[in-house]
């Protein structure tokens, strides 16, 4: 670990005020993504101050999607922006939790490392913030740190006083605070009111921080005079008052941000030359396909998390992206699987050009999965399946077509043909990771990149241009290769097994224009400016379908 005090790392603490939801994530890959056009190395970091050890256990309905990096950590959702905007791989490092916290201070505490001290939020739990936050940073120019949450929040306390600290230890000159609150419109007043990013600036000041930047999320412009307000009573100066209003998409925010000066008062804050704008014309780029696409296609996505498309947030995006590279504006048509069980597949899916069924946890809603993946095979209608989606596909195969009629999956019970069943052992980076079948469920799934060999000649080889991958896991179940034949005469072939040929990785129809499923998640490489090959396949292969619809 480096410590950051000797290098010359500027720091940027962004924390939310107001209400919660206000993109402070994208907010901050936004920043980060300006900074790195005006030529400068940054990293991106989130604070999370909820007492889980990791967001692995949460319901994706509870808190959206779990974002895996290549070292495995399980981590929220915001390193999913962090990492398509700014292209920086998150680590381990850059992801913490309250829970985590504790952890490390009440391990450290039982080890004796304390010396018989008292073990207090300040300054041990605080102490072990700034750790963090100030660990593992090598020539980064800008480390941009997340807090998660609302100012005022009992759980967040103790990280407003770290970084008021880590502030106070690096001087000013290589800190600065950004806070991101709402004016909300009131209608019948036609105002925007100010009353609630005052109150929210004065309960910081509270914990001692002085913001340097106001980002003020907003339906409208926000005009001069209001700025004028908003900066004399927060004490702020008026340039650094941002307006971040609503975005037609998020790829128009650090556009959009720039435009306000933003990057330029970040810049000047720290006494950086902001003369030479930040040069941008990747996003501009990305904007101008988006407002001029060749056509739409439509692609359905059966899930049981539709509900709330937080879920799915890398998955949405990588949609985008494989659009993007097309040319083609990709409508996604969420599907609720249990839908599907109930009105059959033709109502939900007969408009659709592509079905892709993503990765999923639990029995409910599997039937109508299962319903939804033959339909695209017999349709001859693009499919990818994803994780528990390629887990279906097997599922399906084996059910329909090898006359295996209870296969199912372990995860529901012992009560089936077990052709995906739990792994209790595999290789990593050459040791073995064992895992018992009562064991505990938090961070113990297969985690995080391993590599996969590609068969010759395979579809997914031709998509890759290789015949070796990397991809990033998070499941605890696996197809069971004992059935590999079986499933070979009934035309789905595993054309991707990790490099001990154990495990298998991918499977693919020869009989079918485009029919994939990945035990992996490709959604999470994916980036906007490096569209992941198999969504760029994928909606080519929609594209192609739409032209027969
Ligand atoms: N529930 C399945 C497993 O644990 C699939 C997980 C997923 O789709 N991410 O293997």
């Known amino acids: 670990m480096t410590n950051t005090l000797e290098n010359k790392a500027k720091f940027i603490f962004i924390t939310g005020g107001v209400v919660s939801s206000l993109g402070k994530g994208l907010a901050s890959a936004s920043l980060a993504s300006i900074l790195q056009c005006r030529g400068f190395k940054v990293r991106l970091r989130k604070l999370d101050p909820y007492l889980n050890v990791d967001p692995g256990t949460m319901s994706p309905l509870q808190h959206g999607e779990v974002y895996v990096t ?70 980064e120019d800008f480390v941009l740190c997340e807090i998660g949450g609302t100012v005022g929040d009992i759980e967040g306390q103790p990280y407003l006083e770290a970084i008021r600290q880590v502030a106070y230890d690096l001087g000013r000159e290589r800190a600065m605070f950004i806070h991101v609150t709402l004016l909300p419109f009131i209608p019948t007043a036609g105002e925007l009111k100010t009353k609630p990013t005052q109150h929210s600036v004065k309960k910081l000041q509270e914990y001692g921080i002085q913001p340097d930047m106001l980002l003020c999320r907003c339906c409208c412009e926000i005009p001069q005079n209001e700025k004028r307000k908003i900066a004399l009573f927060c004490n702020i100066r008026e340039e650094n008052v941002i307006t971040a209003r609503d975005a037609e998409s998020i790829y128009q925010v650090p556009i959009a941000y720039s435009e306000e000066g933003m990057d330029k008062q970040v810049c000047k804050h720290f006494g950086i030359d902001s003369d030479k704008p930040a040069d941008l014309s990747k996003w501009r780029h990305i ?67 592509a079905v892709l069924v993503p990765g999923g946890f639990g029995q409910r809603g599997t039937d109508g999965k299962i319903m939804a993946i033959r339909y695209a095979r017999e349709h001859k209608i693009p499919f990818l399946g994803i994780c528990f989606g390629m887990q279906m596909a097997v599922i399906e195969t084996m059910r329909d077509l090898a006359g295996i009629k209870n296969a199912g999956t372990t995860e529901f019970g012992a009560d089936c043909e077990p052709v995906v069943g739990l792994m209790t052992e595999w290789d990593k980076d050459g040791a073995k990771e064992i895992r018992h079948k009562d064991g505990d469920l938090g961070g113990t799934m297969r985690l995080g990149a391993y590599p996969c060999c590609l068969a010759p000649n395979s579809l997914v080889a031709k998509i890759y241009g290789s015949d070796k991958i990397s991809e990033r896991h998070r499941h605890r179940y696996e197809v069971n290769l004992a059935y590999e034949k079986v499933l070979n005469d009934a035309g789905l072939f595993v054309v991707g097994k990790s490099p001990d040929g154990k495990l298998p990785e991918i499977v693919e129809r020869k009989d079918h224009p485009w029919f994939i499923g990945v035990q992996f998640h490709p959604e999470l490489k994916s980036k906007p400016f490096a569209p992941h090959p198999l969504f760029v396949s994928f909606i080519a292969a929609a594209i192609e379908q739409s032209r027969l619809l």
């Open 70 to 139: 290549d070292d495995g950590t399980e981590a929220d959702l915001d390193l999913g922006h962090y990492e398509r905007f700014s292209g920086v791989p998150a680590k381990r490092t850059d992801s913490i939790t309250t829970g985590k916290i504790y952890q490390r201070v009440i391990d450290k505490e039982r080890h004796g490392d304390y010396l018989g001290a008292t073990i207090q939020v300040i300054p041990h739990v605080t102490n072990e913030i700034k750790d963090f936050i100030l660990s593992d940073v090598t020539d």
């Open 287 to 353: 904007m101008d396909v988006l407002h001029n696409p060749e056509g739409t296609v439509k692609i359905a996505v059966v899930g049981k998390y539709v509900q709330l498309l937080e879920a799915y947030k890398s998955l949405g995006e990588a949609l985008t992206h494989g659009g993007i590279a097309n040319r083609f504006k990709v409508k996604i048509k969420w599907v609720d699987s249990e839908d599907i069980e109930k009105d059959g597949t033709d109502v939900h899916l007969n408009d659709v050009s």
